[in-house]
T-cell receptor
Framework: DTEVTQTPKHLVMGMTNKKSLKCEQH?????MYWYKQKAKKPPELMFV???????INESVPSRFSPECPNSSLLNLHLHALQPEDSALYLC?????????????FGPGTRLTVL | AQSVTQPDIHITVSEGASLELRCNYS??????LFWYVQSPGQGLQLLLK??????LVQGIKGFEAEFKRSQSSFNLRKPSVHWSDAAEYFC?????????????FGRGTSLIVHP
């Protein structure tokens, strides 16, 4: 099974809402990632979790809060977002954090902030 | 810091024609290079990767890429394009950072396939 699942598929939220995105993998991978992708642009790395610890935070605003409850699950908590945060949010995982490890991507959550 | 350049924003080919998508990278050491494909509204799927060894790499869906160190290039090729290949293609270079893998993506090339 080489699947990374993400829920929900689509999310519409107001600027005062609190919501969460969920990502799950059952491949035994120990590194997980959140990316943000705007239309017609490449993915931008947001966070990297390595062995359930946050190892990289690419200067993402605090209105985005990642959480890794266990090795299979990765959440992204959203609060007080801005319309410019509307994007496709992609989760990925890899065997480990080594630079030779292939990343497997989920289908993404399409987020719209009104 | 590493960087990736995909000089073509759009490429249009006829179905059955050959394809080459260009990718140039900048990285001080031996690069780890990847090509990903993304269909509309979907996540990224790895087509192939190069770490070392044979400079001609075979991937899925009939794609191949050739690493040319002298030209800092890693171009993607397919001998005969199918309509289902229409998608966005991203070249990426990977580098370790404190033990974590940090990919840098090119801006992408949109492939349009005419019947």
């Amino acid at each position: 099974d080489t699947e990374v699942t993400q829920t929900p598929k689509h999310l519409v939220m107001g600027m005062t809402n609190k919501k969460s995105l969920k990502c799950e993998q059952h491949m035994g991978h120990r590194a997980m990632y959140w990316y943000k992708q705007k239309a017609k642009k490449p993915p931008e790395l947001m966070f990297v979790y390595s062995y359930e610890k946050l190892s990289i935070n690419e200067s993402v605003p605090s209105r985005f809060s990642p959480e890794c409850p266990n090795s299979s699950l990765l959440n992204l908590h959203l609060h007080a977002l801005q319309p410019e945060d509307s994007a496709l949010y992609l989760c990925a995982s890899s065997q480990g954090p080594a630079d030779t490890d292939t990343q497997y991507f989920g289908p993404g959550t399409r987020l719209t902030v009104l | 810091a590493q960087s990736v350049t995909q000089p073509d924003i759009h490429i249009t080919v006829s179905e059955g024609a050959s394809l080459e998508l260009r990718c140039n990278y900048s990285y001080g050491a031996t690069p780890y290079l990847f090509w990903y494909v993304q269909s509309p509204g979907q996540g990224l799927q790895l087509l192939l990767k190069y770490f070392s060894g044979d400079t001609l790499v075979q991937g899925i869906k009939g794609f191949e890429a050739e690493f040319k160190r002298s030209q800092s290039s890693f171009n993607l090729r397919k001998p005969s394009v199918h309509w289902s290949d229409a998608a966005e293609y991203f070249c990426a270079v990977g580098a370790g950072s404190g033990g974590s893998y940090i990919p840098t993506f090119g801006r992408g090339t949109s492939l349009i396939v005419h019947p």
